[in-house]
């Protein structure tokens, strides 16, 4: 990132010194052709930086704001022609109007990343109906819970799905290894599953964020900017989000809660399936994968047996509970 800027940077005062030089000897002051030459660089090096953040749907939707914030001071300025004033009085209102219209318009379609349609055509901006917007990480949509979350109503939309999301997938899916390739396949599968569901409203924004380099921050940072939520289950993006104050819907939070009460007391029937940490230790898990620590239940492994829960131990990746068989034994 760093490199794209000293790039830039030659860029422009290569430019300049260039359109100077040229301009020198065609028999213009050196300085004017400097100045114009570092003008056209400036707006080459912003329309590219425009083109790499909202892609060239933003700088449409700019350009249209743009004209129609010039047409609107033309409007406005075509009452000054009646006005008993000097031209040169005249003619400096009228740039002032034009500058200002057209800069506020131009910034305000920058800034502002709403939907923008004109003539049918749509504009930079993600579609959404409405709602606090949902924005889907990378490890959320692998995981694949989300699609059933969102289809039995429970969390409504719209689901923002960021273009530097998806590309992450793509390479994901498109790595060497198998494991991590099937994994990247399953979260593009997932997003067409919610793409296709028409009661679900899922849209790509092509808001990007290059002078930040992470893809958590750039999550962080869009969510900010739209006053949205993150949608995700890892834990350290979690901790990021909620230090910055923003709000964070963890389906691993989601899934904890709506796991049925254990009290210490309370009997279980579960089948031991190994041998725990501790010598005499066997584990077993529950329909909804909670691990189950038996004491003294090693010699109990690939066995169904009846045990008294003895503690819950809630922890940052889940609910473990120890357990022990009643008589002891």
Known sequence: MKGMWILRGVLIGAGTLSAGVLSDRAGVSFATGALAGLLVCALIVFIEIRLEAGGMGALLRAGAFLAGGLAAAWLVSLPLNELP?????????????????????????????????????????????????KILDTSVIIDGRIAEVCETGF???????????????????????????????????????????????V??????????PEVDEKLVA???????????????????AEFQQVAILNLND??????????PGESLTIKVVKEGREASQGVGYLEDGTMVVVENGRKLVGQTAEVTVSSVVQTSTGRMMFARKPNGN
């Open 85 to 133: 004033f000097s031209a040169t009085w005249r003619v400096a209102v009228s740039l002032l109007l034009f500058g200002a219209f057209g800069y506020l318009s131009f910034a305000y379609a920058l800034k502002n990343q709403e939907p923008f349609t004109l003539g049918g055509i749509g504009f930079g901006g993600a579609k959404a109906r409405g709602g606090v917007p």
């Open 254 to 263: 989601l899934a904890g809660s709506l796991k049925p009460a254990v009290l």
């Open 203 to 212: 849209a790509v924004t092509d808001r990007e964020f290059p002078l930040i």
């Open 155 to 201: 969390l409504d939309g719209p689901f923002i799905v960021p273009r530097f999301v998806l590309q992450e997938l793509q390479r994901i899916a498109d790595s060497g290894d198998p494991l991590k390739r099937e994994r990247g396949r399953r979260g593009l599968d997932i997003l067409n599953r919610l793409q296709r569901n028409d009661k679900i409203d």
């Open 222 to 240: 869009l969510a900010k900017e739209m006053n949205g939520k993150v949608v995700t289950n890892d834990y350290n993006l979690n901790k990021v």
